[in-house]
Structure formats: C-alpha cells, structure tokens
C-alpha cells in the first residue's frame, strides 16, 4: 500500500504511556493523546518509506502526508489476503455463539509469519470496529452486518444468515486490509494475528469506561453546542450524505420488493409446468408437444429460481452494506462537528478568559491542529470511500445485468428447442410450415 | 384471424364448398349504442359492424364496398342457439364469453371496458369465421341471412321455431336420465370434455395469477428508473451511466404491458377451447338423450307387445293396476278384452313406427356426430399445437426484449 500515511494505533492500550506530565490530569481529553501519538511514531511500510513525523510538525505538513494516492488499491501491490470462512458453532454452559475462521496470508514484515489461521466471533469483530472508530473519528469505516437480523424473522443460526454474515465480515476486513491507515492499525493486526488469549487480554487493555464515558459526555456537549461556521465542502458533503442515504435507501428497498414479487410469480409459475402435463394425459396427438410445454416452464422456473437467489446473495448484501455506510458517514461527520465545536467552544473561552490563558492556549492549539487533521483526514477518506463506493456500485449493478441477460439467454434457449421439436416434427408430418 | 381463414381454405377437401370460398367475412367495428329495451327502459350496449364481401369481387381489383350490417350480442347468441337446436350432432363453435372471466388484476372485468370490446369483437369475428368454414354449417340459409339482412332475421329465425324447441331439449337434458347401454365412444368423448373443460380452466386460472405477478416484477423496476435518476442529480461522475440505466429501467417496466396483451390472444385461444369442449359435452349429451329417448321407445313397446300377449293368452305376468283391479273386481267381458287388444295393436305399430324412427335418428345422429367429432379433433389438435407455438414465439419474443434491455442497462451501469 503506498501512500504516505501515519498510523496512531501501532502502541494504542499503553495510551497512558504517551501522556506528556502537562495533561496527564486531565483523562477525558484522550483523542488528544491518541492524536499526540501520531506525530511520535516511527513507522516503517512496506514501501519502505517511513516517517519521522515529531510533535511539533506543523498543519501544513501533516495535510502533505495525509494524502492518499489514487493507485493504492493495485492488485500488484496487493500484500495482504484475508479470508473469512468456515463458520463453526459453540456452545458453552452460558450461551451459544458462532465463530469464524479468519486466515491471513501476507508478505508484510510487521507480521512474524507469512500465514496466519485465527477463529474470531462476531462480537470481535465489532471491537475491533470499535477500536478503530476511536483512534481515527473522522476515518470511515465499513459497515458491520447487523447485529441481529432486524425483521426478526431468522434466528441467528440460520444457514442463510451465517452466510450472508460471514461475506459481510469478509468484505469488513477486506475492506479495512485495502485502507491505507487502517491497515497498518496494531489492532487489526492482532486481530489477525492473536491467539484467544492473548486477543482476550489485548482487549482489556482499551481504553477504560471512564474515558468511554468521558468521550460520550464530551460528544453530548459538543453537539449541544453545535457548530458556528462548519467550512462549505463540510456542509455539501452533508447534503450529499442525506441525500444519498435516502437514495440508496430506496434502491435497498425497490430491490427487496422486486426480491419479493419475483418469488411471488415463481410460485404461480411452478403451477404451470403440472397442469400441462395433467392436460398432456389426456391428449394423444397434443400430448408430446404438452409435455414439452411442461418440461420447458419447469426449466425456466428453475432459471427464475436462481436468478432470484443471485439478487438476494450478490446485490442485495451490497446495497445493504451502503446503506449502512451512508449512517456511518453521517457519523464521521458529526464527529468532526463535534471536533470543531469544541475548537470553537476554546476558542471562545480563551477570549473570556483571564487566567490560565497559557495552558488554555496550549489546548487551544492542539485542538486546532486536531481540528485540521480530522478535517484533512476526513477529506481524503471521503474520497477515496466515493472511489470505493463507486467501484462497488458499478460492478454489483453490472453484476446484477450480465445475470439478468444470462437468465433471459437461458430461458430463450429453452423455447427455442421447443420450437426446433416441433418444427422437425412438423417436417416429419408434412404439416403446415410455420415460418 | 385471417390465418384461420386461410388455414380453413387451405385445409381439407370437405371446406370446398364452405362459405368462405366465395364470401370474405369480417366483424370490423363496435360501436355503443342506447336504446330502450324490451320493458321500456333505458340501456347501453354494443353493436357489432358485420361486413361481407364476395371474394371474387376482392380478386378481381374492384375493390367494392363491403356490405354491413350491425348486430348486438344477443343476436349472436341467437343464432348459436339456432344451429344447436338444428345440428345437434355438430360441435358448434363457440362464442366468446358473455363477461370476462380469468382476469388478472389490470384487466377489467368490465362489458363496456373497451379492451374487453375490443376481444370479444375479435372473438365473434372468429365464430363467424368458424360456421363460416364448417361444412355443413356455412350452408345453413339462416347463418347466411344473419350474415346479409339486417332487418327481418329476428323474425325469420324466430319463425323457424327453434326457441320452443330449444326450450324443450332444454329441459329433457337437464333432467337425470341413465342410459342402459351407453355408448362407450361416446362416454369417453364426454369424459374427454369434463377433462379438458377442468384442465383449460386450471391453466387460465394459474396463468392469470402468474400475470399478475409478473405485472409486479416488471412494473417495481420503474423505481429504478426514478431513484437513479434522483440520484443522478448528486453525483458527478456516476451521473450519466445512472441517469441513462435508468431510463432503460423504465423501458423494461413498460414492455410488459405489450407482453401481457400478446399473452391475453394466447389465453383467448384457450378459452375458445374452453367453450369447444362445452360444446363437445353438449353433443355428447345429446347423443345420451336421443338414445335414452330410444330406449324408452323400445321400453315402451316391449311393455305394450307383454301386455297384448298377456291379454291375448290370459296369463299375467306383469303387473298392472289394470289387472289388479279386474282381480279384485271381476274380470272383463270378451268385448272389453277385444276393444284393448285392438288398442294395443295400434299402440304397438306405432310404437315400432315410433322405434324405428328414433333408431333412424339415432344411428343418423352417430354417423353425423362422429363424422363431426372427427374433424373438430383435427382441428382442435392443430389449433392447440399452434396456440403452444406462438406461446413459445410469445415467450421467445419477452426473452429477446429482456435481454436488449438488460445488456443496455449493463453498458450504462460500466459507464458509471
């Protein structure tokens, strides 16, 4: 993956140790820790590229480095397999739970091995979501299949929804493996790479409930504050975002009813196939060419059968998967909302304020440049998410078509032959031509 | 239509002398009409344009004015009455349905909806054009006058007295008869037309509900075709493909309504069979009833011959109130006995008159029936094997349009 790229998670969980003493007091501004953890790091990628990024580099700067480039989804360069697969119950004294294989296979040299084979269950899976919201709010993340089926109408050990689960988690890690930052996250790699123990223990290390709180208290009073001057391309991208939730919404649903009315008409047209063949008893000269007819509906019930199945498995996953894509990123840009409400809430009180005016300019400035790197952060994952979002798009609605064109080919096929019989027997006969 | 026109000339050699060679018919127009009806009151009907030309005439480059003239339904009906109260023993072609019946949801099941018109028009056109090419129906005077006056046919069919006939077979097929020795053709020819009268249903019944669905599928894709276009209007890049795919989603939405009226000819073709093996039945029936009606001739004259032979020998082995009464109250004089042997006498020649006439009818019924049975086989076998074709064609046809629109869509979509 090339790209300059910064990663803040590579020692997250010894958050405590990065504190610098001046604000060591103060727990529930931990973003800000995280964030001073960027400029610390020294990362190496594969590129071999690294970055000597310190605390005091500037804004400017930072937006340089920010910057994705467009070739780095390159199936060349592509270092890193993941696969989720294989789908296993357990049951312990306490509850039932499915767990997943998830196997990597990689040349990257942060990873001891080249092949790695881990179970993971849902619930890690959201963790490990969680963990990477946190350290990047303004970083968008691919949706997680839901946590329960909404519609309660399949219980979750159904073979259907396992399935339909476990390719929505394998796109999850895909997705996350192709993105530049995500990818090179400490987290993800242990969550590839860590045996259950060692995952379980991992885990505990996250930030407590305390700056969980701290983050919700801090999200509750930005957002009552609300934002004084949110730049433009922020408010466009917010319209947008509403519109294409609402746009993508619909497509979701006209699709579930097509889903709906196509298995509708195959049940009227499984009928059909019998009654010829009821008729072609009674017939003599009739009863071939009616047990042909039989035959031929039969055969494209079947075709319809499949085709219907094709548009529940193959698209319908993934406007569902943009559906939810389009909650997460009016997400991010609340966070970023939030982000600048409070630079703008500092900034407002650094005005007012007599005392501590050097401290509350200090925080000033580092929420500034927070601020600036969650707005250059968000600005190119916008980008490249619209890349992404329009690369998947495209290819499920080509998708969609070719099987569409194929079921048509396929039943086309059927009656023809039909006809080709009953032209070589109407040949046979001496019968009336039909041409 | 025309084909079956065609297709009757082109056929066997008994249509040589069918109405049709010399006479092109067609039932070109409907039109609504008020009026008052019998009890006075106000109604709304159709007429139907009826147009005849000599063939000859077409042949020749002339190109004359067709004659025309408008009937209703009820007249139809009329005169289909007519030729089955006169051709028992024929398979006369049906009419189409008096109200729409299998109907799937977007079509109306209203008389004046103008679709409905439009098929029935099509329909009677057929039924014309079915007596029209039948041997022995295309030569009935009365078809002809129905054909060509427009006044006096009511009062001219009217005159033959077919009604009151037609009500009195009426009522002795409905009655609950047995037959003794029912004739095994025939009962399989009548248990062939309760089959195929259930089958037919079954598959119109089945094939409107399926219409129904497939109504949906396509009509939900025209969402499609609004979403993307809403869409279109936020995206740039991906505008255009979406836009364009769009525009062919609706298409896809609209070509089931073409789909769907080319289906309807092929579910008409069904119900025309449909209605041929009532008629089928009917013939059957009939058949029943003429040989019931021999039986009971031939009942009735064994009776009457026992009776003449008890009279005469003295001996009573039937039972008769009769002769019950004359036990019990004295026998009767030797004129008495005299005067009933001579009315028996008279009872049994007529009644073999009686026998013989009905076993005429009888044996001529079968002949013609069977003859007529025959070639409505033949036609039925050929109709249908047609119908299942252009079915094929139809379905072929829906393919064809379905993968033209979904290969466009698909270069729109590569385009986004």
């Known amino acids: 993956m090339s790209g300059s790229v910064v990663d803040n998670t590579v020692s997250s969980g010894n958050s405590s140790a990065a504190i610098p003493t001046d604000i060591s007091g103060q727990i529930l501004d931990l973003d800000e820790d995280d964030d001073l953890e960027v400029f610390s790091k020294d990362t190496t990628l594969t590129d071999g590229s690294s970055l000597n990024a310190s605390m005091q580099t500037s804004s400017a700067s930072m937006i340089n480095q920010y910057k994705f480039e467009e070739e780095e989804e390159d199936a060349d360069t592509k270092d890193i397999f993941v696969t989720v697969d294989n789908p296993e119950s357990h049951v312990t004294a306490i509850e039932t739970y499915i767990t997943y294989r998830v196997e990597t296979k990689t040349t990257r040299s942060e990873f001891d091995s080249s092949e790695f084979e881990v179970r993971r269950r849902y619930q890690d899976f959201l963790w490990l979501k969680g963990r990477l919201e946190e350290a990047h709010p303004t970083l968008i993340v691919h949706p997680l299949p839901e946590k329960f089926v909404m519609k309660g109408m399949v219980e979750r050990f159904n073979e259907d929804f396992i399935e339909t689960r476990r390719s929505a988690l394998h796109k999850f890690l895909n997705k996350i493996a192709e993105h530049p930052i995500f990818s090179s996250s400490e987290d993800f790699k242990i969550f590839l790479t860590a045996g259950s123990g060692e995952l379980t223990s991992h885990k505990k290390q996250g930030p407590g409930f305390l700056s969980r709180m701290g983050e919700t208290v801090k999200a509750v009073a930005a957002a009552v504050r609300g934002v004084r001057s949110r730049p433009q391309e922020f408010t466009d991208m917010q319209e947008y975002v509403e519109a294409f939730s609402q746009k993508i919404s619909s497509i979701d649903k006209v699709t579930q009813r097509i889903v709906r009315e196509q298995k509708e008409y195959l049940e009227e047209l499984k009928e059909c196939g019998p009654t010829y063949a009821l008729w072609s008893q009674s017939e003599e000269e009739l009863a071939e060419p009616l047990k042909n007819v039989a035959g031929c509906v039969d055969k494209c019930c079947k075709e319809t059968d499949e085709q219907v199945k094709h548009l529940n498995d193959h698209l319908i996953p993934v406007l569902h998967e943009y559906v939810l894509c389009a909650d997460t990123l009016k997400a991010v840009l609340r966070r970023r909302d939030n982000i600048q409400a409070d630079f703008e809430a500092k900034t407002e009180a650094l005005a007012t304020k007599k005392a501590d005016r050097d401290a509350m300019r200090d925080e000033l400035d580092k929420t500034e440049d927070r601020l600036e790197w969650a707005n250059n952060a968000l600005k190119s994952d916008w980008t490249r998410w619209q890349k992404g979002m329009r690369t998947d798009l495209r290819s499920a609605f080509i998708d969609t078509a070719e099987r569409n064109v194929s079921y048509y080919e396929k039943c086309l096929a059927v009656w023809e032959s039909f006809l080709q019989s009953q032209r070589t027997d109407a040949e046979g006969n001496g019968n009336v031509d039909f041409s | ?416």
């Open chain 2, 1 to 416: 239509m025309r084909e079956r026109e065609r297709d009757a000339e082109q056929g066997d050699a008994r249509n040589r002398t069918s109405l049709l060679k010399k006479m092109e018919i067609s039932v070109a127009e409907a039109e609504k009409r008020t009026g008052k009806n019998a009890v006075n009151m106000q109604e709304t009907y159709t007429v139907y344009l009826i147009e005849t030309r000599p063939v000859d005439a077409a042949s020749e480059g002339t190109n004359p004015v067709p004659d025309s003239l408008w009937r209703r339904y009820s007249e139809f009906e009329q005169l289909r009455n007519y030729l089955l109260v006169t051709y028992p023993f024929l398979v006369v072609p049906p009419l189409p349905e008096k109200r729409a019946e299998f109907v799937w949801h977007k079509l109306s099941a209203d008389n004046m909806d103008p679709d409905f018109v439009e098929r029935r028009r099509v329909g009677l056109e057929n039924f014309l054009l079915r007596v029209a090419s039948h041997p022995d129906l295309s030569t009935d005077k009365i078809f002809y006058s129905f054909l060509t006056e427009e006044n006096g046919w009511k009062e001219t069919v009217f005159e033959t007295g077919f009604q009151a006939k037609a009500d009195s077979r009426l009522k002795a097929l409905n009655a609950t008869f047995r037959v003794k020795n029912p004739d095994k053709r025939f009962a399989e020819m009548k248990h062939y037309g309760d089959e195929l009268q259930s089958v037919i249903s079954q598959l119109l019944r089945v094939r409107a509900r399926a219409a129904d669905r497939l109504y949906g599928v396509y009509k939900v894709h025209g969402n499609y075709g609004r979403v993307f276009s809403e869409w279109s209007a936020i995206e740039k890049e991906m505008g255009d493909g979406l836009q364009s795919a769009g525009h062919h989603m609706d298409a896809y939405a609209a070509s089931v309504d073409d789909i769907l009226e080319e289906e309807e000819h092929y579910a008409d073709q069904l119900k025309e069979y449909l209605f041929y093996a009532d008629a089928l039945r009917a013939v059957c029936r009939k058949h029943e009833l003429t040989q019931y009606e021999l039986e009971m001739a031939a009942q009735d004259l064994t009776s009457k011959k026992q009776q003449r032979e008890e009279l005469a020998t003295g001996t009573i082995r039937t039972f008769s109130l009769k002769g019950m009464t004359s036990k019990l109250f004295g026998q009767e004089t030797p004129e008495q006995r005299e005067a009933k042997l001579k009315m028996l006498e008279t009872q049994i020649e007529e009644g073999e008159e009686l026998v013989k006439e009905r076993n005429g009818e009888c044996e001529e019924f079968v002949k013609s029936a069977w003859v007529d049975i025959e070639r409505f086989k033949e036609q039925k076998d050929h109709d249908l094997r047609e119908a299942l074709i252009s079915y094929a064609i139809m379905q072929i046809s829906m393919c064809k349009k379905g993968i033209q629109v979904w290969n466009n869509a698909k270069e729109c979509f590569s385009k986004m």
